[in-house]
């Protein structure tokens, strides 16, 4: 990855932070979007040029497209190109389908959904002009399974793996691969906050017996850009501890 221009948005905490360290811990340029908590992306920034890699921190809500496309211009207009793009940002707004509000819906799709297709929308011109570049969209292990109490964001994330296989054909004439890493229980502050009761019996489901951590949904996105995967694309790596 060494020099490869990588735009993460919601990248400066949780997993998407930890996806900005890694890329830069292999010498990559590194954008690092967010939308809240600013002292996080700036330590995040410089966390990245620590290891290696150079960086930058780029504001932009992902449910307006013309921020999508000023985060795309600040990566091209610092970094001269853009060769991987990591739609990491999502919210959750959980309830049972008869006490969800309508606006709980329409948030979720917006920033999970009409988010990731308005980042893809926004590289889409750049990537397949340079004729190269790698999208990987995050969905969830709720996105195949299906879960009770997230109707909202189960949608988000199965249709955010109807979207990868669309544009995956859509890109690969263009050299460009578009794949999704769909996580299992992955230690975050969404999963901090959950019960104990429901944390082990989300563990029972896990045949590994643990969750997984910020590093290991990293190093799939960083497996999935790199030029092993050249032939990899309109496909969902699920990284779940067996759960599913």
Known sequence: MNNKT?????????IGREIGLHFGSKKANVVVNYIFNEE??????????????????????????????????????????????????????DNLIMRM???DFDQVIDVNLKGTWNMCKSV?????KQRSGSIINISSVVGIMGNAGQ??????????????????????????????????????KMTEVLPE?????????????????????AYACAFLASSKARYITGQVLSVNGGML
């Open 6 to 14: 990588v735009i993460i948005t919601g990248g400066n905490t949780g």
């Open 101 to 103: 509000k309508e606006e």
């Open 124 to 128: 889409a011109r750049k990537m397949t």
């Open 197 to 217: 009761d429901v944390k082990k019996a989300y563990m029972a489901q896990i045949p590994l017996g643990v969750f997984g951590k910020p590093q290991d949904i």
């Open 151 to 188: 109707s909202n964001y189960v949608a988000s994330k199965a249709g955010i793996i109807g979207l990868t296989k669309s544009l995956a054909k859509e890109f690969g004439p263009r050299g460009v691969t578009v794949n999704a890493v769909a996580p299992g229980f992955i230690e975050t």
């Open 40 to 93: 996080a992306a700036d330590d995040t920034v410089h966390h990245i040029k620590n290891l290696g890699g150079n960086a930058i921190k780029v504001y932009g809500d992902v449910t307006k497209l013309s921020d999508c496309e000023a985060i795309v211009q600040a990566a091209v207009e610092t970094f001269g190109q853009v060769d991987v793009l990591v739609n990491n940002s999502g919210i959750t707004r």
